[in-house]
């Protein structure tokens, strides 16, 4: 008793003169730290920003009713909208939502809940990465080889089927991880309570994980809404409007890239109407789920 | 004949006081049906680790049972194997027999989630579900059970949380989340959970030890007056709490039961050295 606290004051002198020693310099380079992380969300933000305030600035004066549902009025008139486009996206991304989000979530829930380890769940962890890291274009050609050329036609399903290639490794990933954080000790007092694997995994993991598991599926949705290349070899795209699922279809991603492609002035600014359009679509998608998810009603009904 | 009347007059006279009553350990055939849980010759393993060995003890009905001992000598192990909790720890298994109502809980065809259904479970650290109501709580094992009938819901709810002593604190706003609770009203919203079950046995790991005096004083009463309709099993570190609630103590060490009576011979006249030691704080 009496050694320890000897050797407590003993060694509290020169504790007390490394800290003060050390004080000034812990406080200047916490100021350093934070001025560089400032200085870093600042560059993160700017090139977002001016891309947003540009595709505003020229985007915003195209925007009409017109523009909204009509289709194309003949090239380089400057008549008419991209109305099929807009309808095209929402179908086209709609689709691929719903077939991608289901899938994405159950295997990320497989992967997290029941597999957990082994060779199985290792080896579809990694085909999962290596499709995530697949570039788009190649699952454009999957989508042309084996639904285009069965149907022998361009169709909104080959589109939507490839959009959900390229949706459901992101959901699945986004799943697994969001449930993993979830405490164990909830799915433990699930057991406690008698009630089965599913029913826990159902009612009680994944409403814990919702918010996180939403965040992700709208990330997913994002990047396929605005996916360009698989669209050119699945729904080709068509200056009508949708005539079937299994007809080609057009989409905004495509449109302002045809837009852009032309040589006039009044095409240009359709094009820039068509990206902001876009933009507007998916920040509506994204405050609208979350906002859903804010609502208590909102519950994962099972 | 007179035989047998005097000695049923006795049995039934200590029915109702089991804190006088001497526990005796190795009890005949005749009463063993008495006793509403059995353990009998339980392993407790993570890998090849046997963190609890050989275990031998007998749990009668409506008592409370303390587990103590130092840290470390295996009682949550013990306990999680009484509702089959232990085997879902990654790479952990028990071996032996459990018997609950004459019925091993270890047998070939035993479902763990049926068992579970019967034997509750109270843990450590309060864990209510996040995302649900202070109601939603108490009705989430009868429900995700598939229990659809709305009233017969309410009024368990309704009684369970009475019977946990938290009614009266929240009857006005049951449908706030029961993360808004405080941690020992959390505490009473799980126990009130495990209770909506109607469990015939509930194991409650050191559920006062992340609470202040107060709410720890409230789940001791609430214990106290629980055993009247459940078998209760309580871990605690706390010697005094355990003198307070229980009628049996047990006492572990590294794994080992050394010593199992009732809670005023094991505190009173304990006959193990080590027991003595311990329960005089001479170290653990
Ligand atoms: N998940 C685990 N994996 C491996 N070993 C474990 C695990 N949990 C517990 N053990 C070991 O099993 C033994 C018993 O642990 P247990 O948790 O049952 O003790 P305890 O008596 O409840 O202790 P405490 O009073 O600290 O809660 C300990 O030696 C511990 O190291
Ligand atoms: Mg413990």
């Known amino acids: ?302 | 004949m007179a035989i047998e009347e005097t000695f049923d007059a006795k049995e039934s006279m200590t029915e109702g006081h089991s804190l006088t009553r001497e526990p005796r350990i190795n009890e005949t055939a005749e009463s063993t049906e008495r006793f509403k849980v059995r353990i009998e010759n339980v392993n407790g393993w993570y890998g090849s680790k046997r963190a609890i060995k050989d275990v031998n003890l007998n749990v009668r009905e409506k008592t409370v049972t303390a587990f103590i001992g130092p840290s470390g000598c295996g009682k949550t192990t013990l306990l999680r194997c009484l509702n089959r909790m232990h085997e879902m720890t990654p790479g952990a298994h028990a071996d032996g027999r459990v018997v609950v109502d004459g019925i091993d809980i270890y047998g070939k065809s035993i479902d763990p989630v049926v068992i579970r259904r019967r034997i509750g479970m109270v843990f450590q650290k309060p864990n209510p579900f996040p995302t649900m109501s202070i109601f939603d709580n108490v009705a989430a094992g009868l429900r995700l059970n598939g229990m659809r009938n709305k009233t017969i819901i309410r009024e368990i709810v309704e009684e369970s949380l009475k019977n946990a002593a938290l009614w009266e604190e929240v009857k006005n706003e049951l449908e706030k989340p029961g993360m808004s609770l405080s941690g020992g009203q959390q505490q009473r919203l799980c126990i009130a959970r495990a209770l909506a079950m109607q469990p015939e046995v509930l194991l409650m790991d050191e559920p006062t030890s992340s609470l202040d005096p107060i709410g720890s004083s409230k789940i001791e009463e609430l214990v106290r007056t629980l055993k009247d309709s459940v078998t209760i099993i309580i871990v605690t570190h706390n010697m005094q709490q355990a003198a307070r609630v229980s009628d049996f103590t047990a006492f572990m060490y590294l794994g080992d039961l050394i010593e199992y009576g009732s809670t005023n011979q094991i505190f009173m006249k304990p006959e193990k050295e080590l027991t003595e030691r311990y329960i005089s704080g001479k170290f653990g």
């Open chain 1, 1 to 302: 008793m009496t050694s320890y606290s000897n050797s407590n004051k003993k060694y509290s002198k020169i504790l007390h003169e490394t800290v003060n020693k050390n004080y000034r310099k812990r406080m200047i380079i916490n100021k350093l730290v934070t001025v560089f992380a400032i200085v870093c969300v600042i560059a993160a933000i700017i090139p977002l920003g001016s891309i947003l305030l540009e595709v505003v600035k020229n985007g915003a004066s195209a925007i009409s009713l017109e523009f909204l549902t009509q289709p194309q009025g003949s090239i380089g008139s400057g008549r008419g909208g991209v109305g099929p486009a807009i309808q095209g996206t929402i179908i086209v991304v709609g689709l691929a939502s719903l077939i991608g989000a289901p899938v994405g979530v159950l295997a990320g829930i497989y992967l997290s809940e029941f597999a957990k380890e082994g060779k199985f769940a290792d080896s579809v962890r990694f085909f999962n990465d290596v499709l995530t890291g697949l570039p788009s274009i190649v699952i454009g050609i999957v989508g042309y080889v084996i639904i285009v050329l069965a149907i022998g036609s361009f169709s909104v399903f080959a589109g939507a089927i490839s959009l959900s290639i390229i949706m459901i490794p992101i959901v699945v990933r986004v799943t697994e991880e969001t449930l993993k954080i979830v405490p164990y000790s909830l799915r433990e007092a699930g057991h406690s309570l008698g009630i089965s694997k599913a029913r826990i995994t159902l009612s009680i993991v994944l409403p814990s994980a919702k918010n996180g598991i939403l965040t992700g599926i709208v990330i997913a949705i994002s990047r396929i809404a605005g996916e360009t290349a698989p669209l050119i070899m699945t729904i080709l795209g068509t200056s009508l409007f949708f005539t079937g699922i299994t007809g080609p279809v057009d989409a905004l991603p495509l449109r302002i890239w045809r837009l852009a492609s032309q040589p006039y002035e009044s095409a240009h600014a359709f094009g820039w109407g068509s990206a902001l359009v876009l933009i507007l679509m998916i920040l509506a998608l994204s405050v609208g789920l979350r906002f859903l998810a804010q609502r208590r009603s909102f519950k994962v009904a099972i």
